[in-house]
């Protein structure tokens, strides 16, 4: 069965066929490929870049007040105030120390344009300590107030109120990203997030009234007890809302490796087919309604950045996804999170205990990270055109790496013409193309220059 809407096209037995565990590419290569890596790697590392424009920030907050069962982010459950408020000491000393680092590598009068809090719930800080945080980040950093940054911040609608909202703002704060993940009460319940609709609806005003410049919903389908006709109310409540962007990520059923995801009973969960419905569905129901279709999980309105991000090829991928500002240097801060410096990645350490102790000792937080070869920034290059653009023009990425494309990459074109034949691709001499059948496979064609990716291997999230 074909399913088509707009400028995609779902082919079921495509889709069957080609799906399986694909890596997201959120980097290339994935942190799957990060080993032994230390403080003076990542020192080396600033030290070679020329100046340049400010970095992006990221703040990862891990705590939660309770589990999400479907949740595979790196977060601890806690209400202790007083571990939380170490934390926030903790996270200010490590800018401290990036402060220090980075000095006058960036420009003069050069100042920060995209910083976002992440999580877990980046709302467990007082509004004190948010702003304790940004006044650090401004003072090491240089934040501004102009109205084209994008400083972002992930809530759950059930922590704030008019209240904050206007407090976040007032700090800076001007972009905002609400977790729903599903309206139904049965799947809720299943999936242990009690979240009623009006809650989020009375986030989304208030946040709207405080100023905030964009307003993004966060949904999953593949959740269990989920269904056409349950996950259609959902969409229509979304859009009753109007969210400037709208995420719809894949459910991931990952038990080994998320120990939370045990309480979910196989038997509730959608079939593949049905996962593939729930897809079609919300891509269908998002793009009769006005948005634009990004790329695999993200829609936005047409006037939104991302739109004309999309539109512009200046979108970007990185640890969070689809993002504008392209080419930025992304400073992580945080337990568990990951720096893109130059040719290198670097995580920090993923227990609270280790990330604060190397706080402690003076030293920055990174544990591990990977020095990017040749060889592996021309194949990012290459997978970042594909899941950004949609597209590849050989004689571009191969200049600017120095390398005759075709030849260097002869040993894919079996692959590429397997992916032509079934219409996933339009190929020629100049380079190639992602069609409407070949948009939902995205991943699975970018995996083609993967030389790392073990097809089969279970360690990702499924394609669809």
Known sequence: MTMMTKDIIFDTELIQRYGGSVPRYTSYPTALQF???????????????????????????????????YCACTRVISRQSERIAQYAEHLLREIAQWGALWGARHADGASCQQLHFGGGTPTSFT?????????????????????????????????????????????????VSFGVQDFEPTVQEAINRHQPAEVTRQAMDGARRAGFASVAVDLIYGLPRQNQESFARTLQQVIALAPDRVAIYAYAHMPKQFAAQKQIALADLPSPAQRLELLRQSVDTLCAAGYQYIGMDHFAQPDDDLARAARAGTLQRNFQGYSTHAGRDLIGMGMSAISRIGDV???????????????????LAVD?????????????EVIENIMCQGRLRYEAVGSAHGVDFSRYFADCEPALQALREDGLIQLD?????????????????????????VPGSGRHSAAI
């Open 429 to 453: 001499a100049q380079g190639l193309q992602v069609t409407p059948r070949g948009r939902p496979l995205v991943r699975n064609i970018a995996r083609v220059f993967d030389r790392y990716s």
């Open 35 to 69: 080993e032994g890596f230390g403080e003076a790697d990542l020192r080396a590392a600033v030290q070679r870049l020329q100046p340049q424009t400010a970095p992006s920030l990221y703040l990862h907050v891990p705590f939660c007040a309770e589990p999400c069962f």
């Open 345 to 363: 990645y670097a995580q920090n350490a993923k227990t609270l205990k280790d990330y604060e102790a190397r706080i402690d000792a003076g030293h």
């Open 368 to 380: 591990r990270g990977l020095h990017l070869s040749a060889d592996d920034q021309l194949r990012r």
């Open 127 to 175: 509004d004190e300590q948010l702003a304790a945080l940004m006044q650090a980040l401004d003072r090491h950093f240089g934040l501004n107030r102009e109205a084209a940054r994008e400083y972002s911040i992930e809530i759950d609608p059930r922590t704030v109120n008019t209240a904050r909202l206007q407090a976040l703002a007032d700090i800076g704060l001007n972009r």
